[in-house]
């Protein structure tokens, strides 16, 4: 089985600065990792995730989020975050043999961007 | 579609009252996930389908709670005699076998009074 925490439930950042949103996984067997957003009274949207390869991956938006095997995490960054990036964002687990590919989620984090 | 589809997306029922949440997946996509989204549990998997399989009902809270999926495509998620802790919002997700991530809905927010 696998579980997901967020370490942050809220990150309140300035317009332009840069953010990171921290998550960390346990699982006793090999994972893929993603993480989604939702905007505000939407359905959650895919972001980028961390199948296999290179273990920096990127969004079309500016986002990336690195896995990191020894210490269990994928921590999502923006350099420069936007008035636009104000959401939640869920970090979700799976393990790679599950041909059912059912998503454990984290509590998810809710970032305002303030002016 | 072009997306997940639901309806309705807002439900309001009286407690005891039976309700069913549907959901119109992609064309084309033969998994398909039902989620609970609710304060306090964050996101919780309640049952998956994958073509003709029988469906994973794992995550189903109780027997109150059941889902079909007709002809590989529209899914129906039921719950019968509604409960105030069933309030949530419940996502339906799918997507095409070999790719790695859903498509969600924008969900269905069930109010139980």
């Known amino acids: 089985a696998q579980s997901v925490t967020q370490l942050d439930s809220q990150v309140p950042v300035f317009e332009e600065a840069p953010v990171e949103l921290r998550c960390n996984y346990s699982s006793s067997v090999s994972v893929y990792l993603f993480w989604y957003v939702q905007y505000p009274n939407q359905g959650l949207q895919l972001l980028l995730k961390?199948?296999?390869?290179?273990?920096l991956v990127e969004s079309i938006n500016g986002f990336e989020a690195e896995f990191n095997k020894s210490q269990t995490s994928f921590h999502l960054r923006k350099p420069s975050v936007h008035i636009s990036d104000t959401a939640e964002y869920f970090c979700?687990?799976?393990?790679?043999?599950?041909?059912?590919?059912?998503?454990?989620f984290g509590q998810g984090t809710r970032l305002t961007i303030n002016p | 579609g072009a997306g997940v589809s639901q309806s309705p997306s807002n439900k309001v029922t009286e407690k005891g009252k039976d309700v069913e949440l549907r959901c119109d997946p992609i064309?084309?996509?033969?998994?398909l996930y039902w989620y609970r989204q609710s304060l306090g549990q964050g996101l919780e998997f309640l049952i998956y389908?994958?073509?003709?399989?029988?469906?994973?009902k794992s995550g189903l809270p109780s027997d109150r709670f059941s889902a079909e999926r007709t002809g590989g495509s529209v899914s129906t998620l039921t719950i019968q005699r509604t409960q105030q802790e069933d309030s949530a919002v419940y996502l339906c997700?799918?997507?095409?076998?070999?790719?790695?991530?859903?498509?969600f809905g924008s969900g269905t927010r069930l109010t139980v009074v």
């Open positions: 389908f994958q073509g003709n399989s029988a469906p994973d």
């Open positions: 064309s084309g996509h033969t998994a």
């Open positions: 997700a799918s997507r095409p076998t070999g790719f790695y991530g859903y498509t």
């Open positions: 961390y199948l296999s390869g290179s273990t």
């Open positions: 979700a687990v799976s393990g790679t043999y599950q041909g059912a590919q059912k998503l454990v």
